[in-house]
């Protein structure tokens, strides 16, 4: 039986498991913190998205979308986004240091992608998790009205 460890990871350790992955484009560290970039496909069917990941230690990751562009639809803002379009992929204090940013945040990314692309589709997020504070009244009183 694997033993987990409750251990931090350290940056030089998250960038080597990191740059394991097939997907990696770029894997940069400098001065403690940590830039991976990686091409993120949530589906067969889907695009392609390239997805930036900055870490400094002992903060969370900040996960954002390089290319394309996430674009709501006309009179609508991104669901579960932070200021600067960051991805909202848990609940707070969810991701702990000692955990692998490759075996959490990555397939986080994805998943938020997979149900980034259902909303663009049906109009409705259905991602669950919490209401960010960037998630406006519009999305709530449009998620409201189709329940109702």
Sequence with gaps: MARRSNKAKTVAQQAFLLGQLPITR???TRAGRLRWEGEIQPTGHSESYLVRIDYVQPYPPRITVVSPKLTPPPGRELPHVYPGERLCLCYPDQWRPEMRIDQTIVPWSAEWLFHYELWRFTGRWHGGGHLTPDLTKTDAD???????
Excluded at 142 to 147: I, S, T
């Design 26 to 28: 770029t894997n940069d």
């Design 142 to 148: 449009h998620d409201r009205r189709k329940a109702a």
